[in-house]
């Protein structure tokens, strides 16, 4: 698979995101496979040497949550660093992400600062927070798996609005499974809910074998700043999950 091609027609620096809800590693033929996921992630995704790699349903489904992968593997595959070393980003002893969300970053990014936020609903939902440094420049990336009741959405994206408030200003990443089917977002997407307006392309990654639903998604809060989003595929990420992966570049340093 051909690495991606990144446009320089825009200053600063780039980052190379990558997205996943591997559905704990139950595969379109209904076996439940974790080497298969983390191949697919070795063969087809880590050739186009991702700055970040974000996985949802990437842990048990019910407590204790425990873990399906082998991430030590895929941070080797894929020269990411895995980003819940601490007890505190993870949901147990007996989990590798929290509610199913783990995330592994590039080891040029300095990390200042790494959080979990949890979200109300039927399914315990949740969000992973790493705030890096690349090249001078912070940033913030978030990955989430949100509620498939649209507002329940209304009110997870609400608190992640009122999180940022709090938090230091930066350009702000949201990847994840959003769960949300429409291209235009609908109200969970609004900038007067989130405190600010996030942006990017709508790409088809549900269901797998034949896409319809952009419910993956890569967002920023800089107009303009997400480039080149595409779905992945290929025959053995269509088996390995009912998603299909999404990769997209991000631009920081983009004007609002």
Same mark, same amino acid.
């Given at each position: 698979?051909?690495?991606? =091609?990144?446009?320089?027609?825009?200053?600063?620096?780039?980052?190379?995101?990558?997205? *996943?809800?591997?559905?704990?590693?139950?595969?379109?033929?209904?076996?439940?496979?974790?080497?298969?996921?983390?191949?697919?992630?070795? =063969?087809?995704?880590?050739? *186009? !040497?991702?700055?970040?790699?974000?996985?949802?349903?990437?842990?048990?489904?019910?407590?204790?949550?425990?873990?399906?992968?082998?991430?030590?593997?895929?941070?080797?595959? !894929?020269?990411?660093?895995? /980003?819940?070393?601490?007890?505190?980003?993870?949901?147990? &002893?007996?989990?590798?992400?929290?509610?199913?969300?783990?995330?592994?970053?590039?080891?040029?990014?300095?990390?200042?600062?790494?959080?979990?936020?949890?979200?109300?609903?039927?399914?315990?939902?949740?969000?992973?927070?790493?705030?890096?440094?690349?090249?001078?420049?912070?940033?913030?990336?978030?990955?989430?798996?949100?509620?498939?009741?649209? &507002?329940?959405?209304?009110?997870?994206?609400?608190?992640?609005?009122?999180?940022?408030?709090?938090?230091?200003?930066?350009?702000?990443?949201?990847?994840?499974?959003?769960?949300? *089917?429409?291209? *235009?977002?609908?109200?969970?997407?609004?900038?007067?809910?989130?405190?600010?307006?996030?942006?990017? &392309?709508?790409?088809?990654?549900?269901?797998?074998?034949?896409?319809?639903?952009?419910?993956?998604?890569? $967002? !920023?809060?800089?107009?303009?700043?997400?480039?080149?989003?595409? !779905?992945?595929?290929?025959? /053995? $990420?269509?088996?390995?999950?009912?998603?299909?992966?999404?990769?997209?570049?991000?631009?920081?340093?983009?004007?609002?």
């Amino acid at each position: 698979m051909a690495p991606a =091609t990144v446009k320089t027609d825009r200053p600063g620096t780039s980052l190379r995101c990558v997205s *996943w809800n591997v559905h704990r590693a139950k595969g379109t033929d209904g076996r439940v496979d974790p080497a298969r996921v983390c191949e697919a992630i070795r =063969t087809d995704l880590a050739p *186009w !040497t991702p700055d970040m790699l974000a996985l949802q349903e990437a842990d048990e489904e019910c407590r204790p949550h425990g873990r399906i992968l082998d991430v030590a593997g895929i941070a080797a595959d !894929t020269g990411l660093e895995y /980003q819940h070393d601490s007890a505190a980003l993870r949901w147990g &002893p007996s989990s590798d992400g929290f509610l199913g969300t783990i995330m592994f970053l590039h080891p040029r990014f300095d990390v200042l600062y790494r959080d979990v936020v949890d979200l109300p609903g039927h399914c315990h939902r949740g969000a992973v927070v790493v705030e890096a440094e690349a090249d001078g420049t912070a940033f913030r990336v978030m990955s989430m798996h949100l509620s498939l009741f649209q &507002p329940l959405r209304v009110v997870q994206m609400r608190i992640l609005g009122q999180y940022l408030y709090r938090r230091p200003e930066m350009q702000t990443i949201l990847l994840g499974d959003f769960n949300e *089917w429409r291209p *235009w977002g609908g109200l969970m997407f609004n900038s007067r809910l989130l405190g600010r307006g996030f942006r990017g &392309p709508a790409r088809r990654s549900f269901p797998s074998g034949r896409p319809v639903l952009p419910l993956d998604r890569i $967002l !920023t809060d800089r107009a303009g700043a997400v480039r080149e989003v595409e !779905t992945v595929r290929t025959p /053995q $990420l269509r088996l390995a999950s009912d998603h299909l992966p999404i990769r997209g570049i991000v631009h920081l340093d983009a004007p609002k």
